[in-house]
């Protein structure tokens, strides 16, 4: 792996934005760290450390980074498009948007459904064998929850196309478009009570998001400091005179939360963040011309994906063995706690570098299938219905869990009940559908 790393790290041409790569990876080792601080685990069950020291809440404003990811996937994504159209033959028709599909989905759908499988045998052993309660129960319920972040990538990978084109005809109206349709649910929602309204904000908020992406790419975010102020600005009085709560992430038991599903609380957050990272363009581009430190990322982007999918299992499996050993499981946030916290992130890494080793595999990008070649033509329709299964079925998983399989226990995806099943059947399905139409009629 070494010598593949630094192979691609050699050829990186010198028009790459590599500062992009860095926050991929840096977006998402920053959730990763986040969730395994945030766990206060304890032989009576799981609780969140933001819970039980509200006073830490404020620090949610720096480590809730998924709006830079999604920015990072906005570029990113026109980027790969604009690539594609213009390595377009003559009447190519819908293979720029199947080529588009198979390219960014396989290695997305690909480790995710690995996961699902792995995790589904695992969750249907231990109930069959009539376990499921504890630490295990909460483990089948809990691991599945990241899924969501996959579920809302794909549906921008799917819109990417149409999103883009809004994008060059209005520029920064199409954001404004994007940003007064969270607005308006946000209304709806609190004001007028709507039912379910606000899940449309799934949509809305991170497509926003994403679309700040499209501008970046354009060389369009001229005045980063102005864009920080006025999402910090927007954010602290959503907080301070509206519905929304502190925290930018959800917390047990509140009514309202800023993440589930998204407010504009959340998009005034994400257009702070945007702003503060673009500041910090000019020093990271000059730290990563250094060979080591751009082999690192370029190192880490590589695995990206399977850490996030597996960093709960480590976690967990940590905890487990804490337990299994009758090592003391401290209170919370008390001082043993806190000496305690060094040794259980070490361990978590230490396992989550061992999945990743197992897994990694997986998260191999597929051979590039260009615009008008046998595989790429008439796959357009296929890979979007695949999409929407895998977007329909990784929600409803990171809904529902693995715990309760075999029992019918479901959750509400937007007004819908969905079992683990049911889930599990979607993910597999889309996923099949988008590696059939990756093989087109060519390898048929």
């Known amino acids: 792996m070494g010598s593949r790393v630094r192979e691609l790290a050699g050829a990186t041409p010198a028009t790459r934005d590599r500062y992009v790569d860095l ?31 509200p006073a830490l809440q404020p620090l949610t404003w720096l ?21 594609l159209l213009r390595k377009r033959p003559e009447g190519s028709g819908d293979s720029v948007y199947s080529a588009f599909l198979r390219a960014r989905l396989q290695r997305l759908l690909r480790p995710t459904t690995v996961f699902v499988l792995v995790w589904g045998a ?17 483990t089948l319920r809990m691991v599945t929850q990241p899924l969501w972040f996959i579920g809302i990538y794909l549906a921008m990978v799917a819109f990417t196309p149409p999103l883009l084109r809004l994008h060059e005809r209005y520029g920064w109206g199409a954001f404004a478009a994007l940003a007064g349709a969270a607005a308006a649910v946000d209304v709806l929602r609190f004001a007028a009570g709507v039912p379910y309204v606000e899940f449309l904000n799934f949509a809305f908020v991170w497509l926003a998001v994403h679309q700040l992406g499209f501008l970046r790419a354009d060389g369009r975010v001229h005045r980063p400091a102005l864009l920080a102020g006025a999402g910090l600005a927007a954010a602290c009085a959503l907080v301070a005179f509206g519905p929304y709560p502190l925290s930018m992430v959800g917390m047990p038991g509140e009514k309202v939360s800023n993440m589930a599903p998204p407010t504009l609380a959340l998009l005034a957050h994400g257009l702070w963040l945007v702003g503060a990272v673009e500041l910090l363009r000019a ?10 430190v751009w082999r690192t990322v370029v190192a880490a982007n590589g695995v990206a994906m399977t850490a996030f999918l597996w960093h709960l299992t480590a976690m967990f499996g940590v905890y487990g063995a804490l337990l299994a050993l009758d090592v003391p499981l401290p209170a919370p946030a ?51 219905l695949g ?30 009940p969905v079992s683990a099943p049911a889930a599990v059947a979607m993910t597999l399905g889309g996923w099949l559908l988008v590696e059939r139409a990756g093989r087109g009629r060519g390898a048929r």
């Open 23 to 53: 926050l991929r990876v840096a977006s998402l080792a920053a959730v990763v760290l986040g969730h395994w601080l945030m766990a206060a685990v304890t032989p009576d069950g799981v609780g969140n450390l933001l819970a039980v020291v």
């Open 63 to 83: 480590l809730q980074v998924m709006p830079v990811f999604f920015f990072v996937g906005g570029f990113s994504h026109a980027l790969s498009y604009r690539s």
């Open 122 to 138: 695992a969750a249907l052993l231990v109930q069959l064998l009539g376990g499921g309660g504890g630490l295990t129960g909460v």
């Open 283 to 292: 020093p990271a581009a000059r730290l990563l011309e250094r060979p080591r």
């Open 334 to 384: 008390s001082a043993a706690w806190w000496a305690q916290v060094p040794l259980r992130i070490a361990c978590a890494a230490t396992l989550t570098a061992a999945l990743v080793a197992a897994f990694r595999t997986f998260e191999r990008p597929a051979a590039p299938t260009a615009p008008g070649h046998p595989a790429a033509s008439g796959g357009g329709p296929l890979a979007a």
């Open 387 to 416: 999409a929407t299964l895998c977007l329909l079925g990784v929600l409803g998983l990171s809904m529902v869990g693995f715990n309760g399989l075999l029992d019918g226990r479901t959750a509400l995806l937007i007004a819908i």
